[in-house]
């Protein structure tokens, strides 16, 4: 079995997770996920980086220990990634033991054979961005990467000895075309060698920056945040001779942001080189997401959360909206129009539609039973080359990660399967004995075209694509499948009962989308502060109360909402709840539960609901928060 090795950054564990996040660890995940299904043994590392000054002073703010502040702002990240369905093999943060052994072992044998050295050293420092500049850097005496103040700070600190591997890095770049993707960036990297490569400064005075990974040969002094964290790729694999052995390394993608790229490409590059190892196979530098045409930042109250977007549109919506909007490497715009836009064309109507019509009509022709595809006509060849085709060039496009193209390249067989039956009519074939023998190759067809889409979209929206096999009545999930399972045509066995239709993505309206818009693109005032805390008083704000079931009837038109009727004592409240895909309504009468009752009352498909269930979503299953004891009704929660 091949193996395969994929790598996200680390993010800064400070920062509150947004889209551009999730973009970087998305992208890994469908890429990690389609050789899974490829046959490949798949290693897919993301994580958080820890040290250095900002955290060590957003921990001084808040009064605790920089450790204690890492422990539970990591979190947010994991969390995060479960909701968005990331399938990641192990989560690294550069404060555990295991990270740091590695750094120190590095350290000591750099330093050891003199790749390291001790060195007076004067600069211009930028705090918020922990980097030193030369003059020639700074652009009108401002850091020429935030533009913020830099101060001249003159110290002793060590040295790499980056210098000497300029123009093996060179030649590397120049012969390897694949090292560094897309290739306008190469380019950018390139240019940027044409200037003398210095020395990398890769210590901090423990005086001035004490939350760092101490130098294993002088104690006064930490490691420059940077060098320790670009060793998170390979510490997961444990010591030097445990790396070698592990089969993952050089990894086949280190995934970066373009603001990161020559930190990847010239400072990891040439450490590699020093300590003896291989560069990654590939570094590939992704654009930068704007929103609205504006930069995303805290102080325009524009950052978008990617949980607030997932809650509102559906996981899947999200991964394949991100991946399919931009190409892969350029920068993009993010609006939540054109989000609803594509949700509404490409996923409910073609593809949403292409299954439901296809089920709908295996029911009413064949009783759901999939029937024997009996006859071979031109129409059905042309099909089965379409699917052959785009199977084809996806594998290829994965090497190059172009998502985009390979999501519009499995939009053509979509296309091909939805005029494959407007030009066949199974709704005239139906009418004659001669025609119900066609429509049974022609109904087989349609269904083994959309098994062939769930594999080949299961990477981008994994929980939907289970869900279009079910429908199918495939019992083997599409990981089992595999892509092996596209090498003929006719996976799907005649005689399968099919399931009932569902809809996989319900269309947004233009009045429903109207109102989202209005309320997701206000301008927004955050209490939180960079940690999320609140203070007592903000917690106190939100009315929680006890409450009882009274009615549960299940929203016609809508996967996910129940409508209740729930006592809290002095009054009923008619309440809609996201809950439909765990409990039947019929379960939910009786049931004690917690409601924010203050909630400002809103209308959801046309349904006024006056509160909120508070429940915990325990890996897509929902858990209703309760009691231990049945308390009265009305009561203040606390
Ligand atoms: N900690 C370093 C990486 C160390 S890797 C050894 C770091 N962290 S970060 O949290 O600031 O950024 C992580 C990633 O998020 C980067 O790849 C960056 O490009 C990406 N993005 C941050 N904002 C972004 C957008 N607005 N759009 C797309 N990606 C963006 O850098």
Request: proline letters at 4%.
């Amino acid at each position: 079995m091949k193996n395969f090795y994929i790598t996200t950054p680390i993010y800064y564990v400070n920062d509150i997770p947004h889209i551009g996040h999730a973009y970087t660890t998305i992208a890994a995940d469908v890429a990690a996920r389609f050789k899974r299904l490829d046959g490949y043994k798949v290693f897919f590392l993301t994580g958080t980086d820890e040290h250095g000054q900002k955290v060590q002073q957003a921990a001084k703010d808040l009064n605790v220990t920089p450790q204690q502040h890492v422990d539970k702002l990591h979190q947010r990240f994991k969390e995060l990634w479960v909701k968005l369905n990331i399938s990641n093999s192990d989560f690294i943060r550069t404060t555990e033991e295991r990270h740091k052994r590695l750094v120190c072992d590095i350290l000591q044998k750099l330093h050891d054979k003199d790749e390291i050295y001790r060195d007076s050293y004067e600069g211009w420092y930028c705090t918020p961005c922990e980097r030193f500049w030369t003059e020639k850097d700074l652009q009108e005496g401002n850091c020429p990467d935030c533009r913020r103040k830099v101060e001249k700070i003159k110290e002793h600190n060590y040295f790499f000895r980056m210098g000497k591997y300029q123009d093996w890095l060179i030649k590397k770049i120049k012969s390897d075309p694949h090292f560094i993707l897309p290739a306008s960036r190469r380019n950018e990297v390139l240019g940027f060698l044409e200037k003398p490569l210095e020395d990398l400064c890769i210590s901090r005075p423990k005086s001035r920056l004490p939350w760092g990974i101490p130098l294993p040969f002088d104690e006064a002094y930490v490691t420059y945040v940077w060098f320790d964290a670009l060793i998170n790729y390979i510490s997961i694999h444990g010591s030097f001779d445990d790396i070698l052995a592990s089969g993952f390394w050089p990894a086949d993608h280190n995934m970066v942001g373009k603001d990161i790229l020559t930190t990847h490409a010239v400072y990891w590059s040439t450490m590699l080189k020093a300590i003896g190892l291989e560069p990654p196979k590939n570094i590939f530098a992704h654009g930068w997401w704007t929103v609205n045409g504006q930069k995303m930042s805290k102080s325009l109250h524009n950052v978008v959360e990617p949980n607030q977007l997932a809650d509102q549109f559906g996981v899947d919506v999200i991964r394949y909206f991100l991946l399919r909007e931009v190409p892969f490497g350029l920068d993009g715009d993010f609006s939540h129009k054109a989000l609803i836009r594509r949700l509404n064309s490409d996923l409910a109507n073609n593809l949403g539609n292409l299954l439901n019509r296809t089920i709908n009509m295996m029911k009413k022709y064949f009783n759901g039973t999939i029937p024997l595809s009996a006859t071979t006509g031109e129409e059905d060849i042309a099909l089965q080359n379409k699917a052959q085709e785009v199977i084809n060039e996806v594998r290829k496009l994965y090497d190059e990660l172009a998502f985009n193209k390979i999501l519009q390249k499995i939009w053509e067989l979509v296309d091909t399967t939805n005029q494959y039956i407007d030009k066949t009519g199974p709704w005239s074939l139906a009418k004659t004995d001669e025609g119900k023998e066609r429509l049974k190759t022609v109904m087989y067809n349609s269904a083994e075209s959309l098994r062939v889409l769930g594999v080949l979209l299961f990477p981008f929206m994994p929980k939907s694509c289970e869900s279009l096999m079910q429908q199918l009545g495939v019992e083997k999930t599409i990981e089992e499948q595999g892509m092996t399972s596209l090498d003929n045509w006719g996976g799907l066995t005649t005689g399968t009962q099919t399931q009932k239709a569902k809809q996989l993505f319900p269309r947004i309206e233009d009045k429903q989308a109207a109102k989202i818009l209005a309320e997701l693109e206000a301008p927004k005032e955050t209490t939180k502060d960079d940690t999320g805390q609140i203070t007592i008083d903000e917690f106190m704000k939100v009315d929680l109360r006890t409450g009882k079931i009274l009615e549960a009837e299940k929203v016609k038109k809508s996967k996910k909402l129940v409508q209740l009727k729930v006592d809290i004592g002095t009054e009923t409240r008619q309440i809609l709840a996201g809950i439909a895909e765990s409990f039947e309504a019929e379960d939910l009468i009786g049931r004690t539960v917690i409601i924010v009752a203050n909630l400002k009352p809103a209308k959801l498909m046309g349904i006024e609901s006056q509160g909120m269930l508070l429940a915990a979503n325990n890996d897509g299953s929902l858990l209703l928060a309760g009691f231990d004891q049945e308390p009265g009704l009305g009561i203040q929660v606390r």
